[in-house]
């Protein structure tokens, strides 16, 4: 979710006025390119690029509306997913097989610590489906799935469905075999919980704090400690510093200097905490 913690006031300012510049390049290199350079060409290239600039700000509104229900509907997803990696197992396994109802036909008969026992509609015989209840950075493994499998055989199940987190190609060869197990990825989920969960005002809110807290002035503190914030630093030096005796300008000195200050800083920040922890 950190893309969204990102966006700024100001980002979206840029973005508006790159899509108007986008907008009038492209009215006046289409007719440059019909025309030649004439005057008509530049008046014709301006009242086209007029037209679609107040087209464009008469479906604004409806834009907006629909980004929103979009950015919501992903926002609420993944908080829902995040919230199942610390929840009881029980609950995330009958939460997201209540969501999987809207691709599988299944009626949820309990809810266990190692899945959600699930009958199929029109067929013979229980599945299992769980929540795998992991990070967004890790994926499912061949050991997750095949103690997936003994779980479906502990419940006497015939098949199974592991959701929420995307799959490397050994697990997914490890699914294929007894008994099955349908492995539904972080992104599906992601649609189905948000189309379900959508972000609300007070989670947005909660969401604009994370992002001043990552911007506080702990978190840089914090970021300074990185022992690899010094090696990018260095390197970045040294970069600018060979394009200040290539090129002769003092304006990669000066930013390469910086960027030793900040390599020094960094150094010393990772000396104190690593004696913190010692004492």
Not at 23 to 29: K, M, Q, T
Not at 76 to 102: Q, S, V
Not at 137 to 145: I, K, M, P, T
Not at 202 to 226: D, I, N, Y
Request: glycine share 8%; net charge positive; hydrophobic share 50%.
């Amino acid at each position: 979710m950190q893309e969204y913690l990102q966006k700024t006031q100001l980002s979206g300012v840029m973005d508006e006025i790159g899509a108007l510049i986008a907008l009038l390049a492209g009215s006046l290199g289409l007719y440059l390119l019909l025309w030649g350079l004439r005057p008509m060409s530049v008046l014709a290239g301006i009242s086209t690029f007029t037209l679609c600039a107040l087209l464009r700000a008469q479906t604004r509104e409806r834009r907006l509306r629909r980004r929103e229900k979009r950015l919501r509907g992903r926002i609420g997803g993944e908080m829902r997913l995040e919230a199942w990696t610390t929840c009881a197992p029980a609950k995330a396994h009958y939460e997201a097989a209540a969501l999987l109802r809207g691709l599988y036909p299944l009626e949820i008969r309990r809810a266990t610590a190692s899945g959600a026992v699930c009958s199929l509609s029109g067929q013979s015989g229980e599945a299992l489906v769980a929540c795998a209840q992991l990070h967004r950075s890790e994926q499912l493994s061949a050991r997750d799935v095949a103690a997936f499998q003994r779980a479906c055989l502990a419940a006497s199940a015939q098949k199974g469905c592991l959701c929420g987190a995307a799959a490397s190609a050994a697990a997914r060869e490890q699914a294929a075999l007894y008994p099955p197990v349908t492995l539904v990825g972080r992104e599906a989920m992601i649609a189905l919980a948000g189309a379900e969960y959508p972000a609300t005002d007070r989670q947005l809110v909660e969401l604009g704090r994370r992002f001043a807290g990552r911007h506080s002035l702990r978190s840089l503190k914090a970021a300074l400690v990185e022992g690899g914030r010094a090696k990018k630093f260095l390197l970045y030096a040294l970069l600018l510093l060979s394009l200040f005796f290539l090129s002769g300008q003092w304006i990669y000195a000066l930013f390469g200097t910086a960027c030793l200050l900040l390599m020094a800083v960094c150094r010393i920040m990772a000396g104190k905490h690593a004696e913190t922890l010692l004492n």
